[in-house]
């Protein structure tokens, strides 16, 4: 068997963290096991899952500068007490530069960096982030990337290869039984739902979404808006829904397990970002037929069907308002959808033969080292 180290921030219910678990319960694991090395001192969503899966969860201290040295410090106890990697895959786009310098220092012979978006949060690590971005590439035996534009972004012009943001699909086609259970919980009978899906980050940019929806509201009144998500500026925006006096009409739903039922009672997918990756969102919403407007910050990647829009977002919230609008006539479940390169049962093979290749090729140039 084949263990496989997936550094990662934490595992809570987030886009990446749901892809790469989709991965993990698809795969074959009798040849491949994940274990998880995180960079947060808590239990996350996922963890009971992947123990229960047979995976470990490992916790190294926050890349946070002022702990680099005692980072660097417990990966290199963590690497002699866990000689048995000999792959690792980093999940943190530029930061995976960190945990990659500690993997070649400890002779890791496969250290996989994945890029999974398009631009850099613009927090107080943010001329670090682009320092290590340089660096990246000298730490890293592999580039993979979740899309075009994401691999273009974090590697420049070297070459890559992609690995898809796969989901399970059946989990998500529409079916108007579920619909109707879920707008009757959350009490959305007769009402024009418009749903976000994503932390509470300045990548995602809840406040023009907040603009838009008050627009939407001045010409619609029966519409509701669902925030699903958590995030270190919920609390920002929250006060802007305070501000627009529209807290009737918004809905925080938090971290939600159940994604795949949400999605059925939702109209229409409303996505503003700034930046993103092949926002995971995205793809499952389209399975399950439903309408989507992305920014034109979004890369078209994502957009595998006709129910798939890309609007500027220089474009006032006015003209989003009125292209949400447009949508309601939408009539949903009369075709199933198809995009097989995002369905995890196939990429799923890609993945395990990208593993076995890998290893393969190390034990080739071994024997040509001893010939």
């Excluded at 999974?116 to 682009?130: G, M």
């Excluded at 989901?167 to 007769?190: C, H, K, Q, S």
Aim: hydrophobic letters at 40%; charged letters at 25%.
């Amino acid at each position: 068997m084949i263990r496989i180290l997936q550094c990662v921030n934490n595992m809570h219910r987030a886009g990446l963290e749901t892809i790469l678990m989709n991965y993990y319960r698809n795969i074959d694991r009798t040849k491949i096991q994940f274990d998880f090395l995180t960079h947060r001192p808590e239990r996350a969503d996922y963890d009971d899952e992947i123990e229960a899966l047979g995976g470990r969860v490992f916790h190294a201290p926050r890349l946070y500068p002022q702990n680099y040295a005692a980072y660097f410090s417990f990966m290199k106890a963590f690497f002699k007490e866990h000689p048995e990697y000999q792959i690792m895959h980093s999940h943190i786009d530029a930061m995976s530069y960190l945990p990659l310098l500690a993997g070649k220092r400890a002779g890791v012979p496969i250290r996989i960096a994945h890029s999974h978006n398009t631009s850099i949060d613009k927090d107080y690590k943010y001329l670090l982030k682009q320092l290590f971005r340089k660096l990246l590439p000298g730490t890293a035996t592999h580039l993979l990337s979740c899309g075009e534009e994401a691999g273009r972004f974090l590697f420049g012009n070297r070459p890559f290869s992609l690995i898809h943001n796969a989901i399970e699909p059946d989990r998500f086609y529409y079916n108007e039984a579920v619909r109707d259970e879920v707008r009757t919980e959350l009490g959305l009978e007769g009402r024009y739902v418009i749903g976000h899906v994503g932390r509470f980050s300045y990548a995602k940019n809840h406040q023009f979404l907040l603009e838009i929806f008050a627009e939407v509201l001045r010409r619609d009144e029966n519409a509701v808006l669902l925030l699903v998500g958590t995030g270190e500026k919920e609390q920002e925006i929250r006060e802007g829904v305070r501000r627009l006096r529209i807290q009737e009409q918004v809905r925080f739903l938090g971290t939600r397990s159940d994604m795949d039922r949400l999605y059925q009672g939702m109209d229409v997918l409303v996505m503003p970002s700034l930046f993103e990756g092949v926002p995971v969102v995205g793809i499952e919403a389209q399975f399950a037929q439903l309408p989507c407007l992305f920014s034109d910050r979004v890369p078209t990647e994502v957009g595998f069907t006709e129910l798939s829009a890309f609007l500027p977002l220089e474009q006032s919230a006015v003209y989003w308002a009125e292209e949400i609008l447009k949508r309601k006539q939408i009539l949903r479940g009369a075709t199933q959808v198809a995009g097989s390169r995002y369905d995890v049962t196939t990429a799923q093979k890609t993945l395990t033969d990208y593993y076995v290749q890998l290893l393969a090729q190390l034990d080739c140039a071994h024997m040509e080292s001893e010939a």
